[in-house]
């Protein structure tokens, strides 16, 4: 059984660095440095404890140094480093915080670091975990363990289900959001841009993590789920617990949660009413918490704005969370399905909105440039993108009825005959192939949250 769980994690990390080096011998060589740095500041806190928070703060340096210098400068963007940063960081400071037991082999944290479902999107993991979870020796009497019989089929319909979002919707609208958002700011043609874009980034991204866990259940390999059901927010604040679960997660126990708490306990607020020190605790470490969030996606001043723009709103809700309160005692609407539909509706402009700043970095960033020859949807294309945004509202509105915490299109059918199951799984193939945008008119794209 050892034998086997040595071969498994072999295997899955010479693919992780073959994945890598395809991408360039920089992003490859960047990667095991990011990975010696969190594998050497974890063992140096275990052997140091006494000094833990000295190399908490040299490691954390260099870190932040490689983050800045690589994503701040133009043209020295490396796939997947905001990613693989994050899950150094953590790892470090769950190490300092007695969270986590040093990795001894380095093999193994290069390996949870360099994992390459993970590589151009995530989720962000934690390292010790994913590392766990490469080199488990799975057998039938392990409750985590899975037969491939069994994970077979759910996770071919994850994927293709991922890869039916990014080919048929997402790949389809880039070249038209390109084009709406080149006209000025706020403008009706840039307003119909900054939705479809909201349309492309929600299929991109949950199609790009879709595929990315699909694999990741094929290797039997768990990692968090990133996604909940993001359509059916009613507030931004629900909106932040459903969507990039793993990336507000990691901010919240490492940045949000450590500095509120010090803030709280600190003597400048000795003296102060409980009620002064609770606010200017969770409006300061929401601030930072932001601010740190809204650079993770990139060094610009208008990521910074992206940040501090979602803190506010924040702040303001949790100002007037009394209010909301009595609104909903006084008005039995308030619970109605209709109401509750206004409030998704209202929050999914109020995100569209804040994505100006996406598409504003991006410009200032000539990330992509306007073709000339802009060639405009046909009214079948249109049909075509309505009815399978539809599809994918419908399947996250009856896996959420199932109360599926996550949008599993499997759920649906799993009760069906293995023959049932199958036809629907080639039919979905056969709908991608005929209907994805790819070929001599279209520019294959990478995933968007790959230029984070």
Not at 312 to 334: M, N, P, Q, T, V
């Amino acid at each position: 059984m050892r034998k086997r769980g040595i071969i498994k994690g072999s295997v899955i990390t010479i693919l992780s660095l073959l994945f890598y080096a395809k991408t360039g011998w920089k992003a490859l060589f960047l990667m095991l440095a990011v990975s010696l740095i969190a594998y050497i500041g974890g063992l140096l806190v275990a052997l140091f404890s006494e000094n833990k928070r000295s190399i908490f703060v040299i490691f954390l340096s260099i870190l932040v140094f490689i983050f800045i210098y690589f994503e701040g400068l133009p043209g020295k963007h490396t796939v997947g480093l905001s990613y693989y940063i994050l899950m150094a960081m953590g790892y470090i400071i769950g190490a300092v915080n007695g969270n986590v037991k040093a990795i001894k082999n380095p093999i193994k944290i290069i390996s949870a670091i360099s994992f390459f479902p993970l590589m151009a999107e995530g989720p962000i993991g934690e390292a010790d975990k994913i590392s766990e979870e490469i080199w488990a020796v799975k057998s039938s009497d392990n409750p985590s363990y899975v037969p491939v019989r069994l994970r077979l089929m759910p996770a071919f319909y994850r994927f293709f289900y991922g890869l039916f979002k990014k080919l048929v919707i997402a790949d389809r609208l880039a070249e038209t959001v390109n084009y709406y958002t080149s006209f000025p700011l706020l403008s009706w043609n840039y307003l119909l841009g900054l939705f479809l874009y909201s349309v492309e980034l929600i299929a991109d991204f949950t199609g790009g993590i879709d595929m990315a866990i699909a694999i990741c259940n094929l290797l039997n390999v768990n990692v968090p789920e990133n996604f909940r059901h993001p359509l059916f927010a009613t507030s931004l604040s629900n909106f932040w617990k459903r969507w990039h679960i793993s990336l507000s997660g990691w901010f919240q126990r490492n940045v949000f949660y450590p500095l509120s708490v010090s803030l709280s306990e600190s003597k400048l607020l000795s003296g102060k009413s409980r009620r002064t020190v609770s606010r200017v605790s969770v409006y300061t470490a929401s601030i930072i918490t932001w601010s740190l969030t809204g650079l993770w996606h990139g060094i610009s001043i208008y990521y910074l704005f992206w940040g501090l723009t979602n803190a506010g709103i924040l702040l303001l809700s949790y100002e007037l969370r009394d209010k909301y309160k009595a609104f909903h005692k006084r008005h039995k609407f308030a619970d109605s399905r209709g109401y509750n539909l206004f409030m998704m509706i209202r929050t999914f402009i109020i995100v569209m909105f804040l994505r100006c700043f996406d598409l504003m970095a991006a410009a200032s960033a000539k990330v992509e440039t306007l073709t000339s020859d802009y060639r405009a949807l046909a009214i079948s294309e249109i049909i075509l993108l309505i009815i399978a945004c539809l599809v994918c509202v419908l399947i996250s509105a009856c896996t959420a009825k199932k109360k599926e915490r996550f949008t599993n299109p499997y759920s649906l059918v799993n009760t069906l005959s293995f023959p049932a199951r199958l036809a629907i799984l080639f039919a979905m193939v056969f709908v991608i192939i005929i209907f994805g945008a790819y070929g001599k008119d279209y520019d294959a794209k990478g995933f968007i949250y790959g230029n984070f």
